[in-house]
């Protein structure tokens, strides 16, 4: 119970900061970088429950970001004309931002059924090469609508992006009380779920599939669920992302190439696969250095550069600095950085620990 | 220790063995693993299973727990088991401890052992399951947040045994304890062995180490080549050379 304890308090001071976030941080990119922290946090943690927890590799994440964030965008966005329009409130935010994370869940975690079924009878490359295709199908999907169509998929605006029912821009409705409560309840939930009877039975089924299957777990079972829970974190993550306080107010397809699945494994695999500390860790240190470098490239000596070398983008730099991080990880901890251990702040360790020495 | 499921009934038998099996055919793919093997054990009994490398031993307990299709009658508690799945066979109290001590080598002794007890909502039950286990084989008291693949041969099929009896199984399906482990750690799981057979549980015992399953149990089967071969009192047929030569390949 004391975790619960802990949770309030965590709630209360995300309802304290959406009030006063804007006064403690007048800056408002470096309150959106806490903010994209956050929901990099979910977006790393939902898919730790597949590539870390289950062992499967997906590299498709960013298609269930993208549903997720379409999904919420829409929902916000009718919901908030429903409600007459004008100013975006905290008393509305109570109502539209649970029933767009919901619906936007419920959306990636059908999808995350879907892709799930392969990975009954494919494994490594090939579950992977699958991902990775449900992904690029997404976001082709949405980018070749054509803006002239009369059809559904046109009204989200193609390749250049949903900007809200009436193109009036998405409601940002989620502000520091949501993202950081949903971000805080998400690590929780995150570690519940290892430490469940079925986190265990998944990451049992990763190791020895013909002994977790004589203990009685059920593989399918497991497995699908495993990608419908993963789906539906990055559903939520999508969501939050796209109805952020601070953030844009448009969805693009193109925030949800291939760059954003490989951040989201690097942010896993750079924290330790089924890692909860890690994948909290592995999305701080991406949310960062991405921010880093956008600092980097706006100074006066490289925009001095960019003057003289039209071509040269720092984000290209971003690569690099990825590459030479993951190689040298992978050579001194080839684990990452927390391997599948945890830090340990919970009770429960402890009283393992009490429980063992007593043995 | 403590046997008796917290939920689960003793089986009501009517006079039927607790497992009979009769005229059971596995194939794998093309090749046909077993023949027409038969045999049965009754409850409170412990029976080896022996015979060469390839016999099909590893496939008969198998098709018990259901983790391969099977053809052939196979009844455990005076009922039909072919329609049962794994995860079925293993609530109504079938335990097997896999060959080759298949642990799950990065989760904790704990998890390991938590695990044996999938599906079982009692925590209080699990708690004292636990503390018979580790009763049983006080190494693994001392490893419980250690990694399963920390451990050594020995101590990992300790920890098979041990995940296996979570259960409280009313059947527990032991394959080859002695694989790949020093004979004075052979001694000590052997005799955990016979701590639990004594207890009440029945056991079904593959072996490749005749000498060892005969002197632990009162009946045995001989399997050649995914048939019944031979059966009869462990104590006449540890007595027959010609047992060994013939059967068990060297
Ligand atoms: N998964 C499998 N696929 C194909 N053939 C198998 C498989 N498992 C076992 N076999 C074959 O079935 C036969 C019986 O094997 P097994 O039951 O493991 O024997 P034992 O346990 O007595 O050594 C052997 O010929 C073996 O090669
Ligand atoms: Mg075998």
Redesign the interface.
Known sequence: MKSARGLLVALAIALLADFTLDRVIPDSSVRQLAMLACCNMVVALSLNVINGMAGQFSIGHAGFLALGAYVAAIVASHVHLALGGGDVTFARSLIVVPASLALAALVAGAFGFLVGLPSLRLRGDYLAIVTLGFAEIVRLVIATARAGDQTWLAKLGGQTGYAGAEDAGIPLYAGPFWIIGITVLAIVVAWRLKMSGWGRSIRALREDEIAAAAVGVDPTRAKVTAFVVSAAGGGIAGGMLAIMRDGTPIVQPDSFGFQATFDAVTMVILGGSGSVSGAVVGSLIITLSVKAIELLQATDAVQALKASYESLDLNALRMMIYAALLVTLMILRPDGIFGEREIRLFSRAKRDRADSTRA | MNLAHPTRKQPDLHGEPLLAIENLHVHYGGIEALKGVSLHVDAGEIVALVGANGAGKSTTLKAI?R?VSSSGTLRYAARDLTSL???AA??AGI??G?EGR??????TV??NL???A??HRDASAMKETEADV?ALFPRL??R??QSGQTLSGGEQQMLAIG?ALM?RPSLLLLDEPSLGIAPKLTELIFEAISTIAKSGMTILLVEQNTRVALSASARAYVLRAGENALEGSSEDLAKRDDVRAAYLGG
Do not use: K
Request: hydrophobic share 45%; glycine share 10%; proline share 7%.
């Open positions: 727990a983790l799945n794994a995860e293993a609530l335990s097997l896999p298949a642990i799950f080598p990065t989760l704990r998890e938590e695990l044996g999938y599906g580790v008291g001392e419980m947040q995940r259960a």
